[in-house]
């Protein structure tokens, strides 16, 4: 046998061995929350661990739970509180890893409209993606944390895209998402300040998510996915502007934005990926995972609480 046909015999033989995973979104692909997936999957990091990763889009963190409780899918994306909120509806999910040691939601409001703070809130009109969105939940902890409830205030469920523009035409006063959203803002010449949830209010970061039944029966493929993922993870922190040039070139939506693309990145490395202290990059911390479920059920949010180990797990974490 040639060279370059034993070569290509250990490529197919390779391709043959790949397992298959398929992984959902919570929201569109291609937006800079998910960064560390489409790098994992560009540079090889997934190839490399012996996975086929294909990608599909689902309708919100509760929809990915349910379709990956169903077996729909073998692994998807929400947030930390994600399992918090399903688990007591019978969906057995649990996060296996947690990327950043710190909330994904970013509170932020428009200089031109005196407030100064998160307890200036009151009276004014915030935008949320929904009311079913992770960072709806994060707000109201965070209007708690001042003694604020959603009455308090007017939460509007706007979408993504009405998060930037009702922002620029003035029609809301502060918004409650991710930095995809504060960036944008900013790129379309508002000036805000901001603060992150998390020193409001113990939110998490974005979660990968499984079922039990995968946990159980495919531990070694989530190990190496989440093992993946983090790698990508560590990359972005590293060097955002290197990952916002990669991220651009392989996703169209941002072709010719990566510098838009590297300051989402940038505030991804410093607001949301360090590890909390005590808790290397990826695991959950269950004393923070319970507040976040005591602050549920006390605002009815969930009618009942889980064993909080139930949640999530560390296992799979190097």
Do not use: C
């Given at each position: ?144 944390s001042e003694g604020l409830d959603e009455n308090d205030v007017s939460i509007q469920s706007v979408g ?49 998510i499984a079922s039990g039944e995968t946990i159980a029966e495919r531990p070694e493929m989530i190990r ?95």
């Amino acid at each position: 046998m040639t060279a370059a046909a034993a070569a290509f015999a250990l490529g197919a033989m390779s391709a043959q061995a790949a397992e298959n995973v398929t992984y959902l979104f919570p929201a569109p692909d291609f937006l800079p929350a998910f960064a560390p997936l489409q790098l994992a999957k560009s540079k090889g990091y997934f190839e490399e661990a012996g996975l086929d990763v294909t990608f599909r889009i689902g309708k919100g963190g509760a929809d990915v739970a349910t379709q990956v409780a169903a077996g729909n899918a073998d692994l998807g994306g929400a947030i930390g509180d994600t399992p918090i909120i399903v688990r007591p509806n019978g969906l057995d999910v649990r996060g296996v890893a947690l990327l950043g040691g710190h909330g994904l939601t970013q509170l932020a409001w428009r200089t031109d409209t005196g407030i100064t703070g998160p307890a200036d809130l009151e009276g004014k009109t915030v935008g949320v993606i929904s009311y079913q969105a992770s960072t709806y939940y994060a707000l109201r902890g965070a209007l708690a944390s001042e003694g604020l409830d959603e009455n308090d205030v007017s939460i509007q469920s706007v979408g993504a895209g009405g998060l930037i523009q009702l922002m620029a035409a003035g029609r809301l006063d502060a918004i409650a998402d991710s930095p995809d959203a504060t960036v944008g803002v900013q790129e379309a010449g508002i000036e805000i300040d901001q603060v992150p949830v998390d020193t409001l209010f113990p939110s998490m970061a974005q979660a990968i998510i499984a079922s039990g039944e995968t946990i159980a029966e495919r531990p070694e493929m989530i190990r190496a996915f989440v093992a993946a993922v983090l790698r990508a993870v560590e990359d972005i922190s590293a060097d955002p502007a290197a990952a916002a040039q990669e991220f651009a070139a392989v996703v169209p939506q941002y072709q010719d934005r990566e510098d838009e693309v590297r300051k989402i990145l940038e505030d991804y490395a410093t607001l949301v990926y360090p590890p909390a202290e005590g808790h290397p990059l990826g695991t959950f911390d269950p004393a923070r995972m319970k507040a976040v479920q005591d602050f549920y059920l006390e605002a009815g949010i969930v009618q009942s609480a889980v064993p909080v180990e139930d949640l999530y797990t560390n296992e799979f974490v190097q």
